[in-house]
């Protein structure tokens, strides 16, 4: 039903985020094509409901596979969190079981063990991230123990997607949400930026955080991870391109996300629209 050639791999988020995780993905596997999709139209997907983030990234999937990709990185938690295990084990093994979907919540958790001397952790992520306790339960199955406070911060993904990531508004949301974490549990030593699009608020995060406080952001633990997922499964590598090509899609307008998209990868970025 796919194209069965090989092809780009696919990278998907509900906007601007997924950037952040492509970005170091390139950095570290500049050899590979990559295909990108924000699904900005309908982004943010962090406040809607379990069922509609589901549907909204299976489409995302669906699509990025007949455009020829046989792997997929979710790089947004919201999706990891809501939508990766019913698409790995109920929509794969009908649709086509030989590609893949990988996510982003298991290669942030795997590192903490290694950074946290206080094994007290702080999790900053979309509200639909922080309900469905998706890092509270991965950190129990891994490292039984580790306290977690969970921090829901809804202001952060709309500044993001409107371009007021620099703006005083920026500011006033940044620091509510980082008192607020460090209130709650003082002892927490590390903190991790638990949405593809907080990286792109990096600097004000930094600016609040406590200066003994490690900020975890993804792209580099995602990147690690993916490259050694291809090492591990060299069936899957083969059916990816090496061109070192990137193409990007939008479900909004293409112009609004050049603009935006150009900024945050550095390098000039001329995408399509698609509807999904
Ligand atoms: N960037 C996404 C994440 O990592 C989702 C943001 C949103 O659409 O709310 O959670």
């Not at 952060?156 to 006033?172: F, I, K, M, Q, S």
Request: aromatic content about 8%; overall charge negative; proline content about 7%.
């Amino acid at each position: 039903m796919y194209p069965a050639k090989p092809g780009p791999i696919g990278v998907f988020d509900s906007g601007y985020g997924g950037l952040t995780i492509l970005r170091e993905i390139r950095r570290r596997l500049p050899d590979y094509d990559y295909l990108y999709l924000g699904d900005n139209a309908r982004a943010p997907y962090g406040t809607r409901s379990f069922d509609i983030v589901y549907e909204f990234t299976r489409q995302a999937v669906e699509e990025l596979f007949s455009r020829g990709c046989h792997l997929v990185i979710l790089a947004c938690n919201t999706a990891s969190a809501k939508a990766l295990r019913t698409i790995q084990q109920h929509v794969l093994p009908i649709t086509d079981p030989d590609r893949r979907v990988l996510g982003v919540i298991r290669p942030t958790v795997e590192i903490l063990g290694k950074v946290s001397l206080t094994r007290h952790i702080g999790l900053l992520a979309t509200p639909g991230t922080v309900m469905s306790h998706s890092y509270a339960m991965e950190i129990e199955k891994i490292y039984p123990g580790m306290c977690i406070t969970e921090k829901a911060c809804p202001m952060w993904v709309p500044l993001v997607e409107t371009g007021e990531a620099d703006g005083p508004g920026a500011d006033y949301f940044v620091k509510k949400y980082v008192d607020e974490c460090m209130t709650a549990d003082p002892d927490i030593d590390t903190l991790i930026l638990g949405c593809t699009h907080y990286p792109l608020l990096l600097d004000k995060i930094r600016q609040y955080t406590p200066q003994n406080v490690r900020i975890l952001p993804q792209g580099e633990l995602v990147a690690e991870s993916l490259a050694d997922y291809l090492r591990r499964h060299p069936a899957m590598e083969r059916e990816c391109t090496k061109e070192g090509s990137v193409e990007f899609l939008t479900t909004e307008s293409p112009d609004k996300f050049d603009s935006l998209a150009t900024l945050f990868m550095q390098s000039p970025v001329a995408s399509s629209r698609i509807t999904l």
